[in-house]
Structures are given as structure tokens and as C-alpha cells.
């Protein structure tokens, strides 16, 4: 069938079967094609849906971002299964679906003691590569935080996301997912799903130039406190010297801190961020507040290389199933004391800027002071005991050296604290935090060997002079006899 259009003079024959073909071509480049203009607040987007054995799942992203801090995204996925009659049913027991975020199946399996299988053993089919199954395009418009759950399916964990440049251009939203099965001790991957895409258009942020000091400052005060450490770096070297220590440690004590040293990274890393966007800010020298939330900034802000190696130490211990890493049985804490060194240090630094802006103790926990007093006494005590254990060994200067150090900042921290609170030295000691960043010389963190081998060790030597003596003795009256 055939109909005519006349334009401009000229006549136009159009043939409606290929009309109809033509639309059912590109319908679906259109549609893949939509995009999504993301708002404040949530946003649910198109859903999509990928063919598993007899079963379609139906796939529906949903995006939440705060007006206040918009660089933090959360994304959610819901799913819902639909068998070959359109019926909608519960999840298959016999297929799982699996979600990669860098190494969250590596770590999933290593922790649980679970062997991964990537073949899909048939005869002929290669083994099936993990990467990534989520990406946004282009690079650098969006990223993926750290996740721990493996498991892709209806209500789990919210991804975390950072969105590094916000425009309005499209952004390119891939997904695959990985199909297999979970069972006992193993976890089988036999096929790789079709990447599922969407574009999105992430919400207008209002300039910072157009917002006034009060509302800048609380902005970035808010992005401060919620990522502010909960503690500083010497409570990860020392708990880690402490799980190395022990020859008990669990491996879930050791996943609890490699968590914890992600998590701190993280928070580091957006300081770090935050830092570079507030002194990069037009009104940065107009509000005179920033500069002292800088000054907060940088009693957290450190170089993130030192906490990725405290994270591949723990990383090295969970793989070899224990929580020693072969520095302990018997060598005397030289670990150990020089980070007791670095958390006096680094509280000195912390209190001495304090010292000048009394006001940066509000950015600190409720008797900050007064639970800080008291772990520095602690402190104290532990590093003497660790200082006669290591001298005991080795005399070097350097130890004496740093000895000296960490007693002058350890002075200069106490001082400065009871000239802050004058009522501190009278103050009667509470419970302080069960994660103190301390290592204790009590209990089993440091063998007793430490001290009773170098006392048998000189009770075997005075004992075999005097031995010697006998022996020379009774030899010279066997000579006078002969």
C-alpha cells in the first residue's frame, strides 16, 4: 500500500510496509537511547530486564542525592523474577546473581572460605574474566566507593557513588551481572549477563559564587564532620602490630579491621577533596571561617600510600590464614613503639594548633580533652615498659633518640592540655574508648620469653663460670696430687 505526499511541488510515494519496518527498527535505538534527568532527593528510573535460563529479571536502578552534599550518591537496584507466563515469582533458588566492585568477590571467598569457579564447564568455552559490573562513561564524571556485598539481588546494600563533575552531560550508566550458583564451600560463575545501559543527567548544582559565607561555611562544615576520621593512623598501626602480635587473632578480627582501614581511606581521600575545593573556592579568603575549617582538615589530611600499606599488611595476614605476619614470636616491639612514637607525635601536632584556636575544639568528641589526658598516661606507661624491653636487646642511639622524642611531645601534649583544662589533673578517669590506640604490655601481646630468656640466658652463663671455677680448681689439686 502506497500513499502520496505533495511537497513544494514535488510528489512523494511512501510504501507503508516500510514505513512500519523503519519505526520497529528504530524504536528501540530510541529507547535505548532515553535519558534520565536525575533529581534531589530519590530518582527511579527505567527498568530493564535480562533473560535467565526460563525467567526474566526485571532490573530497576533508583538514585539518592542529598541537595547538601550532592557529591554523595546512593544507588539502589530492585529486582523482580517473571516466569514464561508473565507470573511474577520469588527469587530461583538455584540461581544466584553476583555483583563485581573491585576485589569484593576476591576478599568474599578469602574470608569465607569458599573456592570461586569461573568455567563454565563446557567442552571448547573459556573461562569467564570478572570485571567490573558497574561503570559510568565518561571516566571521571562518577565514582564507585567501596562495597562488600557480592550478592546482586532485590533490597541489597545501597552502592556508595561520588559524583566528581556535575554538568549537563549525559552519563553512561553500564551494568552486567554474573550468573552462577552458591553452594557450601564453592561458588560456581557460568555466565556473564547482557550489559544493561542507561543515561542519566545528574541534578544542577547552584554555583558556590552565587551562595552566601553562612551557608558555604555550613556546607563544607557538614562534608567536614561527615567524613571526619573516627580515629587517627596511630590507632591502625597499633591495632594491626596488636592482631600481629597475638597469636589468637581471628580472621574476622582482621576483615573488622581491614574494613575499618577502607572506610578510613576513604574519609581521607574526601578530606583530601575537600580541602582542594574550599581553598580553591572565589570566596575562600572573603569567609573567614574557612580557613580555620582548613585548619581542621589538615590535622586529618595524610598521605593515603600510608594507609594502603597498613591495608596490604592486613591483607598479607588474612591470606596466610593467621593474624601473625612473622614479625612477632619473640623479636623484641620495635614495631610497636615506634607507633606509640607516631600517635604521641601526631597528638602533640593536633593540640598545638589547638593551642592557637581554642575554637577547633569544637570540631572534636564531647571531654575530648579529658579521654585524650588519660590515654596519653596510659601511653606512657606502655612505651617505658616497651623502651627497657627493646634496650634490653639492642642499645642503638636511635631508640634512645626516639625514647627522648616521644617523652618531650609527650610532656608538651600534657602540658598544653592542662593549660587548655586547668581542672584536668583532677579530674577522675572514665571509661576510655575499648579501641585505644595503645599497645598494652600486659596479657599475651608480648611474650614473657622477652624478659625470661635473657635472664636464664645470664643465670646459664654465671652459672657455667662458676662451674669453669670448680672445673679449674679440682684440675690444679689433681696435678699438686700426682
Not at 1 to 28: A, R, T, V, W
Not at 136 to 143: K, L, M, T, V, W
Request: charged share 25%; net charge neutral.
Amino acid at each position: 500500500m502506497q500513499f502520496k505526499i505533495y511537497h513544494m511541488g514535488l510528489q512523494i510515494k511512501i510504501n507503508i510496509n516500510h514505513l512500519i519496518i523503519l519505526l520497529i527498527f528504530f524504536l528501540p535505538i530510541a529507547n535505548t537511547y532515553s535519558q534520565e534527568n536525575l533529581k534531589f532527593g530519590t530518582t527511579t528510573i527505567a527498568s530493564k530486564q535480562i533473560e535467565i535460563d526460563k525467567f526474566d529479571c526485571k532490573i530497576t536502578p533508583s538514585f539518592s542525592i542529598s541537595e547538601e552534599i550532592p557529591e554523595n550518591v546512593k544507588l539502589n537496584f530492585n529486582m523482580v523474577w517473571i516466569d514464561k507466563k508473565g507470573n511474577q515469582v520469588g527469587h530461583p533458588d538455584k540461581i544466584t546473581l553476583f555483583i563485581k566492585v573491585d576485589n569484593n568477590i576476591e576478599e568474599y571467598h578469602i574470608s569465607n572460605g569458599k573456592k570461586i569457579s569461573t568455567s563454565p564447564g563446557l567442552f571448547g568455552k573459556k573461562n569467564i574474566e570478572l570485571t567490573n559490573s558497574l561503570s559510568f562513561i565518561p571516566a571521571g564524571s562518577i565514582e564507585i566507593n567501596q562495597y562488600r556485598s557480592v550478592h546482586f539481588k532485590d533490597n541489597m546494600a545501597p552502592l556508595s557513588l561520588k559524583a566528581l563533575n556535575f554538568t549537563n552531560s549525559p552519563i553512561t550508566m553500564n551494568l552486567v551481572v554474573y550468573i552462577g550458583k552458591e553452594k557450601g564451600n564453592s561458588i560456581e560463575i557460568s555466565e556473564k549477563g547482557n550489559i544493561l545501559s542507561w543515561k542519566i543527567i545528574l541534578p544542577e548544582v547552584k554555583p558556590d559564587e552565587e551562595v552566601s559565607c553562612a551557608d558555604l561555611e555550613k556546607k563544607y562544615n557538614l562534608k567536614f564532620e561527615e567524613n571526619k576520621p573516627k580515629f587517627l593512623l596511630g590507632y591502625f598501626e597499633t591495632k594491626l602490630l596488636e592482631l600481629e602480635y597475638d597469636p589468637e587473632t581471628t580472621k574476622d578480627q582482621l576483615w573488622k579491621l581491614n574494613s575499618e582501614l577502607i572506610q578510613y581511606k576513604s574519609n581521607v581521600n574526601a578530606l583530601n577533596s575537600l580541602k582542594e575545593q574550599i581553598t580553591a573556592n572565589p570566596n575562600y579568603k572573603k569567609c573567614d571561617k574557612l580557613p580555620q575549617l582548613i585548619g581542621s582538615i589538615n590535622s586529618f589530611a595524610i598521605d593515603v600510600t600510608v594507609i594502603q600499606k597498613l591495608i596490604d599488611r592486613v591483607n598479607i595476614a588474612i591470606k596466610n590464614n593467621s593474624g601473625s605476619s612473622g614479625s612477632g614470636g619473640g623479636e623484641p616491639p620495635f614495631e610497636a613503639f615506634k607507633a606509640n612514637n607516631t600517635f604521641c607525635e601526631n597528638t602533640f601536632k593536633q593540640l598545638f594548633n589547638i593551642k592557637y584556636d581554642p575554637d577547633l575544639l569544637n570540631y572534636q568528641e564531647p571531654n575530648y580533652l579529658k579521654n585524650l589526658y588519660f590515654k596519653l598516661k596510659k601511653l606512657k606507661v606502655s612505651q617505658d615498659s616497651l623502651y627497657n624491653i627493646i634496650v634490653s636487646s639492642d642499645d642503638s642511639p636511635v631508640y634512645k633518640r626516639d625514647y627522648q622524642n616521644f617523652n618531650s611531645n609527650y610532656n608538651g601534649s600534657i602540658a598544653t592540655i592542662e593549660k587548655l583544662d586547668p581542672d584536668i589533673a583532677n579530674a577522675e578517669q572514665t571509661d576510655i574508648e575499648e579501641d585505644s590506640p595503645i599497645i598494652s604490655t600486659k596479657g599475651r601481646s608480648f611474650p614473657y620469653t622477652w624478659i625470661i630468656i635473657p635472664v636464664l640466658l645470664i643465670l646459664a652463663l654465671f652459672g657455667g663460670f662458676k662451674l669453669f671455677k670448680y672445673f679449674k680448681k679440682a684440675k690444679s689439686l689433681n696435678e699438686k696430687t700426682k
